[in-house]
């Protein structure tokens, strides 16, 4: 994966760099979902962070490690293979161009639709003409595995914050029309231009998730950082056994700012390829998002004005990566 084409070179003015950091922050919680205090030490990250790392979370490592060698087989391909299952619309295969917004990266990747009612791009599929069962299958198995764990760190989470029913945020995502996506992520490694100035170049720019909630899993590659509330940016010990979870914009509203969406990106690494894999975890298109009444305080007032998913969607896709997209629903916003 090391060998870089002109064209490359000459898109490398356009990705971002950034200083490297030497140390990895020590202070990222780490919750063990078998343990009955899993859910208070949840709410109190998800206050502190908007982040944490789940253990003994019940994902057979066999499905991950299967997904990751399927997709570095795809990642492997002559790039005028893979580029037949692109340009992503959104679903599909991209590179360097993060959405439509003049966003890149020093990343490829692979984005699909969960939901089994809206068929991926036949693109896709083609490029796995050879084995395609074996791909999806390893695809269908891991999101399916990851989702069910995602639905019980949400109900955790509502009993954590003393709210019903305890399904009040999971059925969201189990509702057969839940709008959740996947996405493969590949970062390859970059020796030679980082050599030139002694800096990272930037896979995937600062942003936040503007889903419900996301779980990534990626090999034993370092690169992910998240922003910290004083505007720190500390690198996350990679672990490629565990989940890290992000609260996403869309729950920062349903508790009323009480969580918060976590800033984070993604730095390529120096010498190793990084393969991410995560799983976003969204609401039907036509659920209305606002502040959950059960969480309300008397006389508690909204922060945000209510909106619903496809709403939300439609603003963020428009966006830029760093934007506050939150900031347009905002009540106090100051505009």
């Known amino acids: 994966m090391g060998v870089l084409s002109q064209p490359v070179v000459d898109n490398f003015s356009l990705i971002k760099t950034c200083k490297p950091t030497s140390s990895f922050f020590t202070g990222i919680p780490v919750i063990d ?24 979370h019940g994902v057979p490592m066999e499905f991950m490690t299967r997904l990751e060698a399927e997709a570095v087989k795809f990642f492997n391909l002559p790039q005028s293979e893979k580029d037949k299952a692109g340009p992503p619309n959104p679903f599909g295969y991209g590179n360097k161009k ?29 490029i796995f003409r050879e084995n395609p069962e074996i791909f999806w299958s390893a695809v269908n198995n891991y999101v399916a595995a990851v989702k069910n764990m995602v639905c019980e760190v949400l109900e955790l989470i509502a009993d954590g ?39 990272n170049l930037i896979g ?22 998240i922003s910290l509330r004083d505007g720190t940016w500390v690198s996350v010990p990679p672990d490629q056994y565990s989940f890290f979870i992000n609260v996403g914009d869309s729950l920062q509203v349903m508790t009323n700012g009480r969580f918060r969406s976590v800033r984070h990106r993604v730095l390529a690494d120096s010498l190793k390829s990084r393969v991410s894999m995560i799983y976003f975890g969204g609401s039907p298109l036509s659920e209305k998002i606002g502040p959950l009444s059960s969480l309300m305080e008397e006389g ?22 760093g934007d506050n997209r939150l900031g347009l629903f905002e009540k106090t916003s100051g505009h």
């Not at 030490?41 to 908007?50: D, H, R, S």
């Not at 490829?108 to 009612?117: M, Q």
């Not at 936040?208 to 990534?216: G, K, M, R």
């Open 98 to 126: 993060i959405g439509p917004n003049g966003d890149v990266g020093w990343i490829e990747y692979l984005l699909f639709i969960t939901n089994p009612e809206v068929n991926n791009s036949h693109k896709s599929l083609s």
């Open 161 to 199: 914050l003393k709210i019903g029913p305890r399904n009040v945020l999971s059925r969201l995502l189990r509702d057969e029309r839940s709008d959740s996506c996947f996405r493969l992520n590949h970062y390859p490694p970059c020796p030679e231009l980082q050599a030139l100035n002694g800096r």
């Open 300 to 321: 508690e007032e909204s922060l945000y004005k209510e909106f619903t998913w496809r709403e939300y969607k439609s603003s963020a896709y428009k966006s830029r990566l």
């Open 204 to 225: 995937f720019g600062e942003h936040t998730d503007p889903q419900i909630i996301s779980a990534a899993r990626s090999n034993n590659t370092s690169g992910l950082q």
């Open 33 to 56: 979902l078998s343990r009955p205090e899993a859910k208070t030490l949840m709410v109190g990250a998800c206050q502190e962070f908007g982040f944490f790392k789940v253990v003994n």
